[in-house]
């Protein structure tokens, strides 16, 4: 059965790259533009992976993922970040947020498929 992910971006041509390179790769993908909804479609989809955009409009992507990890029903779940303004001292806020992989944008194919990868083993 296909590992299920749930791609939080919004921007439309990143969350189209990455939904059609992970599917390309075996992997069944849920694309959410509104980082509002993104924990409750967690909930209701259990992705075995949530990639996450950290600057979107309205929500933190920082803060979802403290709240992710805060949840009972969504804290197993490793989330991948995914950002444009890396900073110094970012990579480090984010994993203590609870990000389990980190990338920079913009976002190469084979790092991007890596990482993925390494979050989810067979």
């Known amino acids: 059965m296909a590992k299920r992910i749930l791609v939080v971006e919004d921007n439309d041509l990143n969350r189209k790259l990455f939904c059609d390179v992970l599917r390309a790769n075996g992997f069944e ?3 959410l533009a509104d980082g509002a909804r993104a924990l409750d479609t967690a909930r209701q989809l259990s992705p075995d992976l949530i990639i996450m955009d950290i600057q979107l409009p309205h929500v933190s ?18 989330v991948l970040a995914v950002t444009a303004y890396a900073a110094k001292g970012d990579e480090e806020k984010i994993r203590a947020a609870g990000a389990a992989g980190y990338l920079a944008k913009p976002v190469s194919i084979m790092p991007f498929m890596n990482a993925v990868r390494e979050l989810l083993p067979d």
């Open 29 to 31: 993908v849920e694309p």
């Open 61 to 78: 992507g920082v803060e979802l993922i403290e709240q992710a990890k805060r949840d009972l029903h969504l804290q197993a779940i490793p």
